[in-house]
């Protein structure tokens, strides 16, 4: 069985803003490396919705933000997935390229709780 993936305001806003930087620097092939890769990333991220590794939790461990780096491109898709319903929609909330470097509350991803020890 496989999740709906949707996207939130944010993440729709980064992507345009990817495909509007890589259209002016380096070409429409590079916007269509990117649109490629994301859709490979959302037909695994609906058959797998735990494969990306966990950057933060809520209190009871069940709704978890993820990150999945892009099979041969340089950009990162941070996701939302809660794993208390194998029913819910896994949302979209951020697009970054690697070499942007922002913390998690900057980039309005929650932050990550300490481990337990």
Same mark, same amino acid.
């Given at each position: 069985m496989s999740r709906r993936v949707r996207f939130r305001r944010e993440f729709a806003r980064d992507l345009r803003d990817q495909v509007r930087w890589l259209d002016e620097n380096r070409g429409i092939e590079? #916007? %269509?490396?990117?649109?490629? +890769?994301? /859709?490979?990333?959302i037909e695994l991220l609906a058959r797998f919705p @735990?494969? +990306?590794? @966990? %950057?933060?939790k809520d209190d009871g461990?069940?709704?978890? #933000?993820? !990150?999945?780096? =892009?099979? &041969? =491109?340089? $950009?990162? #898709?941070? $996701?939302? @997935? /809660?794993?208390?319903?194998?029913?819910?929609?896994?949302?979209?909330?951020?697009?970054f390229h690697a070499r942007q470097q922002r913390p998690l @509350? %900057?980039? +309005?991803?929650?932050? !990550? &709780?300490?481990r337990k020890r």
């Open positions: 590079w #916007v %269509e490396r990117l649109r490629t +890769g994301l /859709d490979e990333a @735990a494969i +990306g590794p @966990a %950057e933060a461990d069940q709704a978890v #933000v993820r !990150r999945l780096l =892009l099979r &041969k =491109l340089p $950009y990162i #898709v941070w $996701y939302l @997935a /809660d794993a208390s319903d194998p029913d819910a929609d896994l949302w979209l909330l951020r697009l @509350a %900057e980039a +309005g991803l929650p932050r !990550r &709780k300490p």
